[in-house]
C-alpha cells in the first residue's frame, strides 16, 4: 500500500536529509583537526569515532520518521555485522591486533567499516518505523468487508442458524390452575343436572 506523505514526513525528511548533507560538510573540519594529530593510534580512533557518528545519523534518517519504532533483537545483524566491523576497527587502531597491518594498510576499508557499525549497532536492536496504526486499521476493514457478504457472511449466517433455538419457558401461575380447574368442575356439575332433569321429564 502506497502511503502519502504529509507536510510533517516532508519537513522531517528535509531535516533528516540536511543532517546527512552538514555532517559531511563538518567532516572536512573533522580530518583536518585529526590529521593535525601526532599521534598515529589517535588519529585512527577519531577517524573511526567520526565515521562510526555518520552511520548512527545515517540510520536515524533512513529508519526513523514514518511510523512507531519496533524494538526487537537481531542475532543475525550482530553476528553477520556489527561483530565483523568491530574486529576491523579495533584491529584498525589498536596495533597488537590480528592482521593489524593489511587492515591498517587499507584506511577506505577501516572507515567503511565504521559507518557499518554506526549503522549496525541501533539496527540490531530497533527496526526502524513501521506504520503499526495504520496496519491495524487496515486489518479491520478487510475484516468488516469480508463479513459484510461473500462466503464467509454465508457462513455465519448459516452457524447461527444451526444454533439451537432457546426453548420458551413457560410460566404457570397456580391461582390461574386453581381457577380454571373450578370453571371446569361447575361446567360438569352443571351438565350432570341438566341431564338428570332431561331423564326425569
Keep these: 500500500m502506497k502511503k502519502k506523505n504529509t507536510t510533517r514526513d516532508n519537513v522531517n525528511l528535509f531535516f533528516s536529509a540536511f543532517l546527512i548533507i552538514a555532517y559531511i560538510i563538518c567532516g572536512f573540519f573533522f580530518v583536518s583537526f585529526i590529521t593535525q594529530q601526532s599521534d598515529v593510534v589517535l588519529q585512527n580512533t577519531l577517524m ?12 536515524y534518517a533512513t529508519r526513523v520518521g514514518e511510523g512507531t519504532t519496533v524494538m526487537r533483537f537481531s542475532l ?12 576491523i576497527v579495533l584491529a584498525y587502531i589498536i596495533p597488537a591486533f590480528p592482521l593489524h597491518e593489511m587492515i591498517a594498510a587499507s584506511d577506505v576499508m577501516a572507515y567503511m ?15 526502524g518505523f513501521e506504520a503499526v496504526a495504520e496496519n491495524s486499521v487496515s486489518d479491520e ?8 457478504g461473500g462466503i464467509e ?15 420458551p419457558v413457560y410460566e404457570s401461575d397456580s391461582e390461574e390452575i386453581v381457577v380454571e380447574g373450578t ?7 352443571a351438565y350432570v343436572s341438566q341431564q338428570e332433569e332431561a331423564s326425569e321429564e
Design 153 to 167: 457472511a454465508d457462513v455465519m449466517e448459516a452457524n447461527e442458524d444451526a444454533q439451537p433455538a432457546e426453548e
Design 113 to 127: 567499516a565504521a559507518a557499518a557499525l554506526g549503522y549496525g549497532i541501533p539496527y540490531t536492536f530497533i527496526s
Design 141 to 148: 476493514t478487510e475484516e468488516a468487508k469480508l463479513v459484510e
Design 183 to 189: 370453571a371446569i368442575i361447575d361446567d360438569v356439575e
Design 48 to 59: 573511526s569515532v567520526v565515521l562510526l557518528i555518520f552511520g548512527l545519523l545515517v540510520f
Design 76 to 87: 543475525v545483524t550482530l553476528i553477520v555485522l556489527d561483530l565483523p566491523a568491530l574486529f
